[in-house]
């Protein structure tokens, strides 16, 4: 397939670089990154758009992906598939899937979780919204960058997805590390407190596949010093988004917007910055009640 992919940084390299290795013709555009090996470079998003069947965008936020859009679906051959994997907001993605779809184009958002190792290793998961033929058409492209694609409805959906199950990932990664940290004062040995919860109905993916507690559990980036991973700032991203998303929803979402409001403190006023998500726990550590 002739493919434009326009974003190749951290996450996008890596994907455009499987899909080229793949036997795929990949022209690339980023303002900054250079293109991975096996993408040819285009001198503009426009250009990297003309005359593709599928054009990926993998970029950092909804405004950003607005502007592309902008300047690429004119440049796009009616039929073709916009294929956004970035993470941005509800309303930005369905706003340029209308758009999309009024010059002729398949729209499909598709953000993904796995982070880089997964973006590496070709074995993301994708998150699809968008309709049904631009999902089969993009399917063989899942395959190679990905392990698994979630049909999740119409345009808007797969954002919808990311931000839900990224806002119960927040909010159970903080409640494990405040656990763990009354734990500790309590005294109560952090191998036997995995063993228990690990176990028990306190059990979740924060605690049993990352483990926030260096040396219990699997492996995870407490182990590492905490060096992401997912870092604390993507962490709160995807947790603003949710907030935005849940304000325009008129959703309730109390734990939600706490989760926010923690990580922005943690990322902005604490040392959080650069720090996997679950360094929560050397913070919660530090603390004193009140
Ligand atoms: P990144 O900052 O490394 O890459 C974004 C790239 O977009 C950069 O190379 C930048 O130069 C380029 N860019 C910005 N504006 C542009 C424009 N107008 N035209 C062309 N290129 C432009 O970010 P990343 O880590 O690759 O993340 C990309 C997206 O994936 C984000 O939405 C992020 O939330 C999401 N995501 C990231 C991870 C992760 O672990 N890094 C995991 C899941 C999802």
């Not at 793949?22 to 991975?36: N, R, S």
């Not at 960058?145 to 931000?163: L, T």
């Not at 260096?214 to 988004?241: I, W």
Request: net charge negative; aromatic share 6%; hydrophobic share 45%.
């Amino acid at each position: 397939m002739k493919i434009g992919f326009i974003g190749l940084g951290n996450m996008g390299a890596p994907m455009a670089a499987n899909l080229a290795r793949a036997g795929h013709e990949v022209v690339g555009f980023d303002l900054a990154a250079p293109c991975p090996a096996g993408v040819s470079s285009a001198e503009s998003a426009a250009a990297a758009a003309t005359g593709a069947e599928i054009v990926i965008t993998m970029l950092p936020n909804g405004q950003i992906l607005r502007d592309v859009a902008n300047q690429i679906i004119p440049a796009m051959s009616a039929g073709a598939v916009f294929l956004d994997c970035s993470t941005v907001d509800v309303d930005s993605a369905r706003a340029v899937a209308r758009q999309a779809q009024e010059a002729g184009l398949s729209a499909l958002d598709a953000p993904v979780s796995g982070g880089v190792g997964g973006a590496e290793a070709g074995t993301l998961t994708f998150m699809v919204g968008g309709d049904t033929a631009g999902f089969e058409k993009a399917r063989p492209l899942f395959d190679i960058m990905g392990a698994k694609a979630v049909h999740c409805g119409p345009s808007g959906n797969g954002q919808a997805a990311k931000i839900c199950n990224n806002m119960i990932l927040g909010i159970t990664m903080i409640g494990t590390c405040e656990a763990f940290a009354l734990a500790d004062k309590l005294g109560l040995d952090r191998q036997a407190m995995y063993d228990v919860v690990s176990t028990s109905s306190g059990q979740s993916w924060s605690m049993t596949t990352y483990c926030p507690a260096p040396g219990v559990g699997p492996k995870s980036p407490a182990d590492n010093d905490y060096t992401p991973g997912f870092a604390a700032e993507l962490m709160l991203k995807d947790l603003r988004l949710s907030q935005q998303a849940a304000a325009n929803a008129d959703a309730d979402t109390p734990l939600g917007r706490h989760a926010a409001d923690l990580y922005a403190a943690f990322v902005e006023q604490e040392g959080g910055k650069g720090k996997d998500f679950s360094a929560m726990l050397p913070r919660f550590e530090k603390r004193h009640r009140g």
